[in-house]
């Protein structure tokens, strides 16, 4: 049995190609809004403390784990966890599966948003009023997730852009595909980056906005929900539990730096976020500056910030406001391109790892699955489906396989081997600390998240959207991709019998 999976598997052609593109999964949407508005409302500059306090015990340690297993193993998460316990192969089917066929069906279309902002941007299109362009007329916002609406053109148009540029990349595998294409994306995010960064620094009154953002308020430390948020984070923006960085791992030589490399993509991840807030903040402060208004006026959360108070900020700007829009919506589109494209070989990983199938096959059906699926999210009650099945996923299925997969290692196959494992390519050695940290730590810190998602789901009705429409979207996205997941474990394994 242990000879599938092994044959013709592709490798990483440099071990800097490998990282890159780790990083580009880690990198994403998520660092560039959702991480600036958590360190403004929990706390400023003393976020800083749980979020590397969760990077370190926690973000760090099972990165080691899934580049850990997927390096050993040498397959994708579903062939890596039957390895190590037939019984457990459902487990990896179900987070490939609901992240493709759930978290990036709605991603991929807020990188459709990202790319019709960036033609937007052109000519500033969405005027005096950004907050009713974006909802009314870019979105067609309907009444609540019960009411579909029509399909917006633009959207469905971008989606397509996306799953193309998702296709072209994979479609030529991993060294020729995705190396390649996050060896360029990566390099040019960082200097956009820097570029947006020093921009918005130069902008008047920007040093307002960074005062709010790093000004340390400790005393906020003391509520719980700060640290839950901060380990959420860590958790999501490292691509953890999506078996992703298992996908990647399985196609490193055999001698290579584990733990360095989960090092050099865990801390790259967190200082991107960090140095990018400066760009947010920046803006933020300027805008309220000109408009002459508090900060806390200005500022707005998730796509709120991004869709919203960035442009009215871009409109501000008096020289080169449109390269300034165009250079922040690129950003995003490389950040969540690079996230995207890791799922898609994730998922085709484990496809060919189990069925022999044909790559360009699969990664072809994919991606019109992908799109055709996103379609829904292309609606007036697409923002709403998307927040609802976000909700659901990434509370709870994402949690989920976290914690599982740290007692099947940890207990079951024992941590202790993988650590020796790890240790026996790697240049840095860990210690024990990480066995507890698998063992015990990393389990306890998600049980606990997971428990508070759930008493807050039953107190009161998350997003204050109709119970059946969180029943029948949210709950039930995770249970029917939770059969699939069982579903396809029960086939047995064509790999090598073609
Ligand atoms: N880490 C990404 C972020 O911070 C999220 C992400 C990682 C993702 N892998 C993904 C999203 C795959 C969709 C598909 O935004």
Known sequence: MEYFGKSHRAQWKTRTGFILAAIGSAIGLGNIWRFSYLCYENGGGAFLIPYFIALFSVGIPLMILEFGLGHREKGSSPLSFYKVSPKWEWLGWWAVIFVMFGIVMYYAVVISWCFNYLIYSFNLSWGDDPNKFFFSKFLGLTRGPGEIGDIRAPVLFGLLIVWILNWVIVYFGVEKGIERANKILMPLLFILTLILVIWSLN?????????????????????????????????????????????YASYLPHKTDITGSAFITAIGNCIYSFIAGFAVWGTLGYMATVQNLPIDKVVSQSIGLAFVAYPKAISLIPTFSKLFGVLFFTILLFAGLSSSISILEAFTSAVIDKFNYDRKTVVSTLCVIGFLGGIIFTTGGGLFWLDIVDHFLTSYGLVIVGILECLLIGWYFKAKRMREHVNSVSEFKIGKWWDFSVKIFTPCVLGIIFISSLYQELSKPYGGYPITSLILIGRDWLFVTLIGAIIISSYSWRSEKK
């Open 203 to 247: 902008l008047p009154g920007a040093k307002k906005g960074v005062i709010k953002y790093l000004t340390p308020d400790f005393k906020i430390l003391k509520n719980p929900k700060v640290w839950i948020q901060a380990f959420s984070q860590i958790f999501f923006s490292l691509s953890l539990g999506f078996g992703i960085m298992i996908a």
